[in-house]
């Protein structure tokens, strides 16, 4: 998922270790993808921000690798039916794992909500500064303004006296 930047997109591809391309997708912002591999070696994966040179962009990626061990020992090749204490631990940790996924989904939300913030923040500062700027410049030349109003022009001293 792109995090901050830009219009929030990117590319994205997979390969295996022979080179050959398992998932490839451009400009987006988030997707899942779940592959079992069948080739053992490295897997390369790369993100692309060639199509938006100018902005910086923050991707959260996780992966999983292997499958998760049971919770329970034995429980892959049992014959006899769970019990009640048994399948409780299981449907606890099912729920568990709902969680876990709600709270990574809430961190991203959190980490974009909180870019858009401080970049708004910045925004608003900057025209802060720049009225109050104004607001001297305006506030300075009103009082030039008025005080030559009121100041009285004398004639030089330089002609014909009395």
């Keep these: ?69 049971p ?7 049992r014959v006899t039916a769970l019990t009640q204490m048994e399948s409780a631990c299981v449907t606890i940790h099912e729920a568990l794992n709902t969680v876990i996924d709600s709270q990574t989904h809430y961190r991203l939300r959190e980490a974009q909500d909180r870019s858009r913030a401080e970049d708004l923040n910045g925004r608003v500062s900057y025209w802060s500064v720049g009225e109050t700027l104004i607001l001297f410049v305006v506030s300075i030349g009103q009082v030039m ?15 014909a006296g009395t």
């Design 1 to 69: 998922q792109v995090i901050t930047g830009g219009h929030y997109d990117v590319d994205c591809y997979v390969e295996d270790p022979n080179g050959r391309t398992i998932y490839k997708e451009t400009k987006k912002q988030y997707d899942s993808f779940s592959h079992h591999t069948e080739v053992k070696g490295i897997y390369t994966f790369c993100f692309s921000n060639e199509f938006s040179t100018f902005s910086h962009k923050t991707v959260y990626f996780d992966f999983q690798v292997g499958d998760e061990p």
């Design 71 to 77: 919770i329970l020992p034995d429980m892959s090749n």
């Design 145 to 159: 303004l008025l005080k030559s109003f009121f100041t009285e022009k004398r004639p030089g001293s330089g002609g």
